[in-house]
């Protein structure tokens, strides 16, 4: 039986995982079996034969759960294939070009041997809780800067790689 692949987030107002559950759509598309599931809630990285991990990133920084999420299980994610991916930038960067990721995650990409990276737009909105949210909110820097294409064409690449990976055994 194939594996399943994870793609997991650390979200905080909900945009990160719209995101991951529009690359566990593609994925599941493509043919992979695949469970969508907060970062925050996993214990075990067993039952999965790769992995997909976001965070959305606040000062550069990813948020909370996905820290943790790869601090938890660097083990297990070193032996695993692995995406990470980024959502962020409150303008429309990420749709022109391929944005670097940040210090902190460079590092994760590196130590956890992470096959690619790809930050995406972000979203932030009157929907948003907390002062600094409300802030950037009113001050009329946010909006929703997601590219629904990018996503879904770069989780058509991850498919690709993964495809091969997670085909069962003879």
């Known amino acids: 039986m194939p594996r399943t692949v994870l ?7 909900g945009s990160t995982a719209e995101l991951a559950r529009t690359i566990g759509d593609v994925l599941r598309e ?3 079996l695949v469970e969508v599931r907060s970062a925050g809630l996993i214990r075990d990285l067993a039952p999965y034969g790769a992995v997909v ?21 660097r083990v297990a994610l070193a032996r695993l294939p692995l995406w990470l991916f ?4 409150l303008d ?3 749709a022109q070009r391929n944005l670097p990721p940040p210090p902190s ?6 130590r956890l041997g992470a096959r690619g990276h790809m930050t ?6 009157e ?15 946010g909006g929703d800067f997601r590219d629904v294409d990018a996503v879904s064409a770069w989780a058509e690449d991850v498919a690709r790689e993964l495809l091969p990976l997670t085909a069962p055994p003879g």
Do not use: N
Not at 105 to 110: E, G, K
């Open 7 to 13: 793609v997991t987030y650390g979200s905080t107002y």
């Open 30 to 32: 493509e043919g992979l």
């Open 53 to 73: 991990l976001g965070g959305a990133l606040y000062a550069g920084r990813w948020q909370r759960d996905a820290r943790r999420f790869a601090r938890r299980h």
């Open 86 to 89: 980024s959502s962020g930038p």
């Open 92 to 94: 429309a960067s990420a």
């Open 105 to 110: 995650v460079r590092r994760l990409v590196r």
């Open 120 to 125: 995406f737009g972000g979203r932030l909105d």
């Open 127 to 141: 929907r948003a809780e907390g002062r600094l949210a409300r802030m950037i909110v009113k001050s009329g820097t």
